[in-house]
């Protein structure tokens, strides 16, 4: 298979049977190379809308019924660099707040059947935290998601060491991966969305990965209750790559409990077993059978405490499955959970052939979150849009390699409803 890069168009077409697959830009398959990108690219590009206009007063556009997005300081990293908070908010109930500090979705409110806003995220309600110990709440992963097998890998000829950071492994981009660095950001609204374009530079060697990769994450919220994310990057020399964002969810409110009365439905054949150290194997294993087979809609908890060695490895859910997708780079519909307490449900569409399904298995009580509670094991799961882990090491995976000349572009869609 080859790697996915996707160019975005504007068509609207609705996937599946839920509204909430909807109306995203499906973007038409591609092996097409596109030269690299050498000034910022354009908005209008990674948006399903008209061209962008400049942000106006929150006042005036609230009272319009558009998207607005507002920023505020928010603190300082160690180092003095000042960061920022970014609040998007649409008139359905929805406000995602943005940190310019690895492109944290730092919260998230959704409403329930009834209307009541909660925050449906884990994270913290102060930078230091963020900086101290997050294990990656909300951020944007890169430069390379999930693990990498003892820290290295051999791309044309030349084998790369990265430092390990997950006993013999190298984790989410290695020590200072893309969630702990400060996004230079600009925002932008249109009649129907609102949203903040991050952009960073990592140079040739970063955490060991060749080639000076030039990215850009744009989130777009809409009146759809729809918060998009747009990955995009270019390299000058070949390397490998695979973005994702690692917001934890718990649909009841962050600090409410745990989520294994959420029902999860995947839409996914297959998925990639491991190894103790959560390396795949290199199987590409059918679910029928297991308790990793969520193509019906079953709680997380129900199968969670099977002897099972996949879960027993894991200590719960940490998998990648390999997503059944017809032929095309399009938006696909991947996952839904819902909470059956509040109604309210997550669906997630993507252009990547993976997710990654971590029900929380690492939290462990030591950490205090937004609203000033505990959280513990199974308190939230993570639906990662990826590539397979370990892929650079993996021939028989889709490529994540990227080389000078391509553009990489993914795209993910998390919709928030309720019934
Ligand atoms: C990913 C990994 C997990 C864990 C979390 C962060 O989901 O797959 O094993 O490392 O990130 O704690």
């Given at each position: 298979?080859?790697?996915?890069?996707?160019?975005?168009?504007?068509?609207?077409?609705?996937?599946?049977?839920?509204?909430?697959?909807?109306?995203?830009?499906?973007?038409?398959?591609?092996?097409?190379?596109?030269?690299?990108?050498?000034?910022?690219?354009?908005?209008?590009?990674?948006?399903?809308?008209?061209?962008?206009?400049?942000?106006?007063?929150?006042?005036?556009?609230?009272?319009?019924?558009?998207?607005?997005?507002?920023?505020?300081?928010?603190?300082?990293?160690?180092?003095?660099?000042?960061?920022?908070?970014?609040?998007?908010?649409?008139?359905h109930g929805m406000t995602v707040r943005i940190l310019?500090?690895?492109?944290?979705?730092?919260?998230?409110?959704?409403?329930?059947?009834?209307?009541?806003?909660?925050?449906?995220?884990?994270?913290?309600?102060?930078?230091?935290?963020?900086?101290?110990?997050?294990?990656?709440?909300?951020?944007?992963?890169?430069?390379?998601?999930?693990?990498?097998?003892?820290?290295?890998?051999?791309?044309?000829?030349?084998?790369?060491?990265?430092?390990?950071?997950?006993?013999?492994?190298?984790?989410?981009?290695?020590?200072?991966?893309?969630?702990?660095?400060?996004?230079?950001?600009?925002?932008?609204?249109?009649?129907?969305?609102?949203?903040?374009?991050?952009?960073?530079?990592?140079?040739?060697?970063?955490?060991?990965?060749?080639?000076?990769?030039?990215?850009?994450?744009?989130?777009?919220?809409?009146?759809?209750?729809?918060?998009?994310?747009?990955?995009?990057?270019?390299?000058?020399?070949?390397?490998?790559?695979?973005?994702?964002?690692?917001?934890?969810?718990?649909?009841?409110?962050?600090?409410?409990?745990?989520?294994?009365?959420?029902?999860?439905?995947?839409?996914?054949?297959?998925?990639?077993?491991?190894?103790?150290?959560?390396?795949?194997?290199?199987?590409?294993?059918?679910?029928?059978?297991?308790?990793?087979?969520f193509r019906r809609s079953t709680a997380i908890g129900?199968?969670?405490?099977?002897?099972?060695?996949?879960?027993?490895?894991?200590?719960?859910?940490?998998?990648?499955?390999?997503?059944?997708?017809?032929?095309?780079?399009?938006?696909?519909?991947?996952?839904?959970?819902?909470?059956?307490?509040?109604?309210?449900?997550?669906?997630?569409?993507?252009?990547?052939?993976?997710?990654?399904?971590?029900?929380?298995?690492?939290?462990?009580?030591?950490?205090?979150?937004?609203?000033?509670?505990?959280?513990?094991?199974?308190?939230?799961?993570?639906?990662?849009?990826?590539?397979?882990?370990?892929?650079?090491?993996?021939?028989?995976?889709?490529?994540?390699?990227?080389?000078?000349?391509?553009?990489?572009?993914?795209?993910?869609?998390?919709?928030?409803?309720?019934?």
């Open positions: 298979m080859t790697f996915h890069r996707n160019r975005i168009n504007r068509t609207s077409v609705l996937v599946g049977v839920v509204a909430l697959w909807a109306a995203a830009g499906i973007g038409a398959a591609t092996a097409t190379a596109s030269p690299p990108t050498t000034s910022p690219p354009q908005r209008a590009e990674v948006a399903a809308a008209p061209a962008p206009v400049a942000a106006e007063p929150a006042s005036l556009t609230e009272q319009r019924g558009r998207p607005t997005v507002s920023r505020a300081p928010w603190g300082k990293t160690p180092d003095g660099t000042p960061v920022e908070r970014y609040t998007v908010k649409n008139s310019s500090y690895g492109g944290i979705i730092q919260s998230l409110q959704a409403p329930d059947r009834r209307g009541h806003k909660a925050n449906v995220v884990l994270g913290f309600d102060n930078l230091q935290d963020y900086v101290d110990k997050s294990p990656y709440f909300g951020a944007i992963i890169g430069r390379y998601a999930n693990r990498i097998a003892k820290g290295t890998f051999t791309l044309d000829g030349t084998t790369y060491r990265l430092p390990v950071n997950d006993g013999p492994n190298t984790l989410h981009g290695g020590t200072k991966g893309f969630d702990k660095i400060v996004w230079t950001a600009t925002t932008f609204t249109t009649p129907k969305t609102a949203g903040v374009v991050l952009r960073h530079t990592s140079p040739d060697g970063d955490m060991g990965f060749p080639g000076k990769l030039t990215t850009q994450v744009t989130y777009t919220l809409d009146q759809k209750n729809q918060l998009r994310m747009d990955y995009r990057a270019t390299t000058d020399a070949p390397t490998v790559i695979n973005l994702t964002n690692h917001a934890y969810f718990n649909l009841a409110g962050e600090g409410s409990g745990d989520i294994y009365d959420h029902r999860l439905k995947i839409w996914a054949k297959s998925y990639t077993p491991v190894d103790k150290t959560l390396i795949p194997t290199g199987e590409i294993a059918k679910v029928a059978g297991t308790p990793f087979d129900d199968r969670i405490r099977e002897d099972d060695q996949q879960l027993i490895y894991g200590l719960g859910y940490d998998h990648n499955w390999v997503l059944d997708r017809s032929s095309g780079t399009g938006l696909q519909r991947a996952a839904r959970a819902r909470d059956p307490q509040s109604g309210r449900i997550l669906t997630v569409s993507t252009t990547e052939p993976g997710l990654q399904f971590y029900s929380g298995n690492f939290l462990d009580s030591t950490l205090v979150g937004t609203s000033g509670r505990m959280y513990r094991q199974g308190d939230a799961f993570t639906l990662e849009t990826q590539h397979y882990p370990d892929s650079p090491n993996q021939p028989n995976f889709p490529s994540t390699v990227l080389r000078p000349g391509e553009e990489f572009r993914s795209s993910t869609i998390y919709g928030f409803s309720a019934s």
